[in-house]
């Protein structure tokens, strides 16, 4: 007992002294320069044993407390209450911004066509281009339409492919879990409605897999954990499902993730690793990692995958997809695991722009279960198909696109030469560029880190007795974000309210803003270390473009 003493109180001084010399060494007043000064938080990747002894301190008193206050000092989270209280406004608790009257007035007639806009794009996208190209929604339906295929055999080779995809060297593992006699009958059932002529809609028989944190009715919806609703399959299918259930697309089963969605390479240590279909050896991005996993393999043309802090984003821009962030309402949260109430989005991964679109506007849509979605306006796909085939050299004559350089700063030389290309092929279509005003992007992107996590720790406190079996990595970001408080989560609302305000005075100015998807390229994987590492430095790269 002596000992144990003895040894805490040398901790508690060597700590103490740590985090004084932090804090008298950095220069904590709040400017422009700094705001703007994306810098590398540098330190080093913690595996193994040595994850095991810093989620013992973290969750020990009196490191408890200690440790965490170190790595808010490195990390900087002091910026959100120092702009916070330059602002003058109160704080944003939802990113809600109503639309405008006339917005709601074109939307309502523009939706009216609908279900014919997504006939024609599926119409337009069937033909075959030379090269390589994925199978897309319009190939899969052409294929139905000639009798070249059926919905079942597309369901039979899809069950091979996955179980094919598990036996490599190095398994794929986009899937958690697929139920190959519920899909099977799915499929039987679409190809009846071929041979009868009463498709449920365009897109019948098209396969459709789900991020394991949405609700699949017949499957648990375990969140990339090894107990959370074991045995408890989901009763119904989440709002976002159901409408894709509804126009009689086949649910493919759910995918893997990154445990409870509380990190960006899509690490998953009950479940197997995801890996990055162009590089086995590399992560896809996460959390959203089986969604994007499994689209850029070809096993499936489209996914659905859920975004908080960049997790539909930052995967999708690791293996090459198009990945999208709806407005937030759009797509009802109903029936996707709550993680993150204030910044939770379900939105589509697709390997083009056309199969993105198609289940953006599958899933979207008011739903009387979710609150946030009844003040969206009707969802259309208005000017998306004059969009697709114009003969004009100057098609984005009259755009004016938002570009500021921090976007670029500290961004992999590979990723920077993509991007400036991309500018310059805007450029030649017409498009304007616009330097944007400061963005004080370090103190949003930290007040949006905090925003998250708070948020997840609060809604994982109903498992503090189930605290063992998570993973590691999840442990010890749980115990720091455990370790905010609400005077950091009130700051970071304000800092959102100025982010609000910023936007909407962007976007009277500029149509669209780019930005790299990360900074970084796909990190490589430590198959050394199963159970997970601890790389706030990978991290903060990856996430650092979300704001």
Not at 34 to 61: C, M, P, Q, S, Y
Not at 178 to 191: G, K, N, P, R, Y
Not at 489 to 505: G, I
Request: net charge neutral; with cysteine.
């Amino acid at each position: 007992m002596g000992k144990r003493l003895i040894i805490s109180a040398l901790l508690v001084a060597v700590i103490s002294f740590g985090f004084y010399f932090l804090n008298r060494s950095e220069d904590l007043s709040y400017s422009l320069d700094t705001a703007e000064n994306l810098r590398d938080i540098k330190l080093n990747v913690i595996e193994g044993n040595g994850l095991r002894v810093l989620v013992f301190l973290l969750e020990h008193w009196p490191t408890s407390v200690l440790l965490p206050q170190l790595t808010r000092s490195v990390t900087r989270f002091d910026l959100v209450r120092r702009f916070a209280s330059t602002i003058d406004l109160p704080p944003s608790w939802t990113p809600l911004t109503p639309p405008k009257s006339d917005v709601e007035e074109e939307a309502t007639v523009a939706s009216k066509t609908l279900d014919n806009d997504i006939e024609e794009i599926v119409k337009r996208g069937s033909s075959r281009t030379r090269g390589f190209k994925f199978v897309t929604a319009a190939d899969y339906v052409a294929a139905y339409r000639s009798n070249r295929t059926t919905p079942l055999a597309v369901a039979q080779k899809l069950l091979e492919n996955i179980a094919a995809s598990n036996e490599l060297q190095k398994p794929l593992g986009a899937y958690i879990s697929i139920d190959a006699e519920d899909f099977l009958a799915q499929a039987e059932a679409s190809t009846r409605r071929y041979q009868e002529g009463k498709t449920l809609s365009v897109l019948d028989g098209v396969p459709l897999a789900i991020k394991d944190e949405i609700d699949v009715k017949g499957y648990p919806t375990t969140v990339g954990t090894a107990f959370i609703n074991e045995n408890n399959p989901a009763k119904e299918d989440a709002f976002a499902v159901g409408q894709a259930r509804k126009r009689g697309l086949l649910i493919a089963g759910k995918l893997n993730m990154q445990e409870i969605g509380i990190g960006v390479t899509g690490h998953n240590p009950h479940h197997g690793i995801a890996r990055n279909p162009y590089n086995l050896s590399y992560y896809p991005g996460g959390s959203s990692s089986g969604s994007a996993s499994s689209v850029a393999s070809g096993l499936v043309p489209f996914s659905l995958g859920a975004d908080g802090g960049g997790s539909v984003r930052i995967p999708s821009g690791l293996c090459g997809l198009v990945g999208l962030k709806p407005t937030y309402g759009r797509v009802s949260e109903s029936g996707a695991f709550p993680l993150c109430w204030s910044v939770g989005h379900l939105g589509p991964l697709a390997a083009s722009t056309a199969d993105a679109a198609l289940l953006y506007s599958v899933i979207s849509g008011k739903d009387l279960h979710d609150s946030n979605s009844l003040l969206q306006p009707p969802h259309h796909l208005l000017n998306y198909l004059d969009d697709l085939v114009h003969n004009n050299s100057k098609p984005l004559a009259g755009v004016r696109i938002g570009v500021h350089p921090v976007f670029t700063k500290r961004s992999n030389p590979v990723v920077l030469q993509a991007y400036e290309k991309s500018l310059e092929v805007l450029k030649e279509k017409g498009a304007e560029l616009v330097e944007l005003a400061p963005i004080h992007i370090n103190a949003v992107s930290k007040a949006h880190t905090v925003v998250i996590v708070s948020e997840m720790s609060t809604a994982m406190d109903r498992y503090k007795v189930n605290n063992s079996l998570f993973g590691l990595e999840t442990r010890a970001s749980l115990s720091l974000a455990n370790q905010l408080s609400s005077r950091d989560y009130v700051a970071a609302n304000k800092v959102r309210a100025w982010a609000l305000r910023y936007f909407e005075d962007i976007f009277k100015d500029v149509d669209l803003i780019i930005a790299p998807t990360t900074p970084s390229l796909a990190p490589a994987i430590r198959e050394s270390s199963p159970e997970g590492i601890s790389d706030v430095t990978t991290v903060s790269l990856l996430m650092s473009r979300f704001i």
